[in-house]
């Protein structure tokens, strides 16, 4: 039988390359460091930091930076059995410059192809994607075929809703957790699409059917229902189909959407930015946690604001993630 974890992650994978100068550009930065990174890995690496058992599906190249990637994946306790080597394309790296408070251009070596948008629905183990307490998938995850196919096929595999139309979060704590969720990460890179505004909404839609919760912030959002304003993101998100809608909305904060008319809107936690690139992910991460230990609305995004601001406060992203220790003493500080 396949295993069972809290949290599987389906999408990218890479090698993040990290100026070690702040407020210069490349053409002048002389150190850099290498990380693990990806959206979907650094979410299965947050969630393991927490202390939630995780796993990635996912595809590298058969090359250096790939056995890298096994080595960092297996490091942070996230299991790898499902990242399998593409021959001929090479592992994605990423380069950033960082400029804080708030701009930090993103450089992505994704060419010819990333291998994990080779991963192809007739290689998913459908019973561990079945088994799996949160699936988590990504908008990048839709944007080219094979792995449109594969990430739509493992939230079918899920059923509607995540879980036959199954609350994905009970904002009241305490009347018991649903076994499953399914967490389309709206995740919008314009430059990795090559299809149609109009189109790329019916694929989000799509995927939209069968998620339970919906995460992103107000670009994303827009490109996913055409709306800005954020209640009205929330509220398009839920009517097509996630009982969960998580709409943030960078430095006002964050607004979470419950079907049943809970909503939750908390201010974002004050932080010193030193890169901001992985608080996203920490937050989803954390968003994780705390559905599976079944908190209500308000105390689920106050966790995942406190993990996303301490990354925010680091250099790197998959090893920045926080440990549970440490958001606890930021939220008690």
Known sequence: MSPSFDVLTMGRI????????????LAEVDTFAKFLGGSATNVAV??????????????????????YCHQALREFGVDDRWVTPVRDLPTPVTFCEIFPPDHFPLYFYRWPK????????AELDLEAVRAARILWVTGTGLCAEPS???????????GDGGGGGQSAVD????????EVASVLDLDWRPMFWSTEAADVREIYQAALAHASVAVGNLDECEVATGLREPRACAESLLAS?????????????????HRDGTIAELPPHPVEVVNGLGAGDAFGGALCHGLL???DLARLVRYANAAGAL????????????????VDALLDG
């Open 148 to 158: 449109r196919s594969a990430t739509l096929a493992a939230l079918r595999a899920r």
């Open 311 to 326: 990354v925010a406060g680091r250099l790197a992203c998959s090893s920045a993630m926080p440990v549970p220790s440490e």
């Open 293 to 295: 230990a079944d908190w």
């Open 114 to 121: 990333a291998p994990d948008l080779e991963i192809d629905a």
């Open 46 to 67: 947050a969630a393991a930091r927490l202390g939630r058992t995780s796993a990635v599906i996912t595809r590298t190249g058969t090359d250096p930076f790939g056995d």
């Open 241 to 257: 189909g996630a009982t969960l809608a998580v709409v943030k909305k960078g430095p006002e904060g964050v607004l979470a959407a």
């Open 14 to 25: 890479g090698v993040d390359i990290y100026p070690l100068q702040t407020g210069v550009g």
């Open 171 to 178: 904002p009241k704590q305490g009347a018991g957790q649903p």
